[in-house]
Each structure stands twice: as structure tokens, then as C-alpha cells.
């Protein structure tokens, strides 16, 4: 059963999540001494991250993840590991730190080679996921994601070439068996087009997304504003 919690607002909304998000990141400081939260980039979860950065955490117990990227650089306004610094910019001043998911290679494979290596031993105890209008999470995108979501992969980090993706057609992401090890996931959507996607793609099993409700995946909640 879907586990929906609507918001009025989406400041609330936004609110909402960079709370949920710091009680994940508090109970593993207290539970492991360390914490660790792979984010996902685009528009929705950015206000999010800056009430989270306004928050009181032990930021230099904290470390986070890219859920996906694209093989860009750093400096590029499409990367994902940017927008994350930018909005997050107070905690990595406190001593947040960040595992990146691009590196410079010849090839996008060959970065998701240095990134697997990385992230194969990532303890994640919450990963942000959201939705594209086509179904897609992560890079998981309809026709692209076979190798990605395999669940006999042993990767933790793959590349994918996505003709349909904006800001660059080849991606790095997190694998299916690498997003089952997060403790647990946190959905953020906003628009009633991005709910009626979820449902639809839940009935039907038709989008990538789904998989983020398949059983073997960690406990995942939805947070939605219209």
C-alpha cells in the first residue's frame, strides 16, 4: 500500500522534508555515529535542501550521496552534485562532505567505474527520490534502465545513455541493489500531474519508479503538494 502524506503547501511540503530527512541523518549519528543521505538534483527537492542546511545537525558526522548524475562537470549548471553544494553550502561549511558520482574519463562507463568503487561499500541510510513525468527515478529512465535495475547486478553505480534525459543524455546512477541497501526512502513529489504518474505507474507497472515499491526495497514514504 502506498504511504502518502499530502501537504497543503509546498513550503510546507519542503519543510516537511528537510525534517524528515534530518531525523533519518540524527537516528544514524546516534545509532552508527555517522550518517549518510543519497539526494537526487533537479528543481523539486532544492528548497528542501536549504531548510535542511538551516537545521542544527552534527554536519561534520554527516556525508552525502548522489542518487544520480549527469556526466558533466562540476562547474556545469546541469550537474547534480552543483545544485547540492549550492543549496547545502552551510553544512559543507560545517563539515558536511560529499561523495561525488562524476569524474573526469574518457567515457561516461569509465566514471561509473571510479564511482562504483566509491559507493560499493556506501552506507545510505536514507535515499530522496523523485519522479519524472515519464515514469523515471533516479536515471532510470523508460527503455534505458534494464542494466540499472537488474536486480542480479553486483554494480552499485552504472552508466546510462538516455536519449529522452535533459541536461545530458548520458548519466551516472545509483542501481537498483545499491538504492535496496538505504535504510529507508523518502519520495518527494509536487503537482497533481507527478501523483497521478505514481499511481498510474504503480497500477500498471509500467515506469522504472515502480520499482521503488517492489518488495526487497526499503520502506518508502511519499510527501506531495499540489
Known sequence: MLKLTKFDTREALMQAAAQHLA??????????????????GGGTPAPA???????????????????????????DTASNENMIATTLSPAFAAGAQIKPMYFVADTVERAADFADVLYEHLHIDIALMGIGADGHTASWFPGSADAALDPASTRSVIAVHAPQAQGSTERLTLTRKAVARAGRLLVL????????????????????????????????????AA
Open 189 to 224: 513529489i509536487a503537482g497533481a500531474d507527478k501523483l497521478a504518474r505514481l499511481e498510474q505507474a504503480l497500477t500498471q507497472q509500467d515506469a522504472p519508479a515502480a520499482v521503488l515499491f517492489a518488495p526487497g526495497m526499503p520502506p518508502a514514504e511519499v510527501f506531495w
Open 23 to 40: 531525523d533519518a541523518l540524527n537516528e544514524a549519528i546516534a545509532r552508527r555515529g555517522v550518517a549518510c543521505a543519497a539526494l537526487s
Open 49 to 75: 535542501y536549504r531548510a535542511l542546511a538551516a537545521l542544527p545537525l552534527e554536519w561534520s558526522k554527516i556525508t552525502f550521496a548522489l542518487v544520480d548524475e549527469r556526466f558533466v562537470p562540476l562547474s
